[in-house]
């Protein structure tokens, strides 16, 4: 991976986090062990592992397993954000039946409060 390809990645990373955390109430950090131990872009996020794409050709299967199977590793839920040049943050939210519904960054955090009050009895 080039250096510019990389650093693309981590600005996108920091850019969703940065949204995601406001929405949520709560500053949210990179993974920056995910290169070296093939984790997710983000564990920070309780219940869930959280894979974040910043390209034009959409992979989208392809990045749903490789979300699915960082969080199997962790034992969470797996999440996907993804986004094109001027185009708004998509998500994938993992469903009850194992599958996953597209929805926008909104939803995603919607999704992230309902499980956590569901399982925490709190938004955080």
Known sequence: MSAASRNKGQKAEREL???LGEE????LQRNIT????GGADCLEVRGFSIEIKRQ???SRPAWW????EQAERVNAEPMLFY???R???????HTIDGKYREGTLIDAACAIR??????FGVYA
């Open 83 to 85: 986004r094109r040049n």
């Open 34 to 37: 995910q290169t070296r131990g």
């Open 87 to 93: 185009e708004p943050w998509q998500a994938y939210i």
């Open 24 to 27: 949520l109430g709560h500053v």
């Open 114 to 119: 309902e499980k956590w009050a569901r399982l």
């Open 56 to 58: 034009e050709r959409l």
């Open 17 to 19: 986090l940065k949204l």
């Open 65 to 68: 397993r490789q979300a699915c």
